[in-house]
């Protein structure tokens, strides 16, 4: 069964740290497939179609309240 996932990617042109959710599918480990990022309209580090790999960190989200997430880290083959 295919796991879908919501994943963060980093908006780079923005002021402040901005993460966008992204749906990625879990390919393997920690190497994830992008399918629909919702930031695309904005310049995201990663987009659709591409394989990242991931790590958990704790960002901050509404509210201010931290939270565990899967963070694009870096391109992976």
Do not use: N
């Amino acid at each position: 069964m295919t796991k879908i996932v919501t994943i963060q990617v980093f908006l780079p042109r923005e002021a402040v740290d901005v993460w966008a959710p992204c749906e990625a599918q879990h390919i393997r480990d920690d190497v994830y497939l992008i399918l629909d990022c919702r930031g695309e309209d904005e310049e995201v580090q990663f987009g659709e179609g591409e394989m990242v790999r991931c790590a958990h960190r704790k960002l901050s989200g509404d509210g201010g309240i931290m939270r565990d997430v899967l963070v694009a880290v870096e391109k992976s083959q």
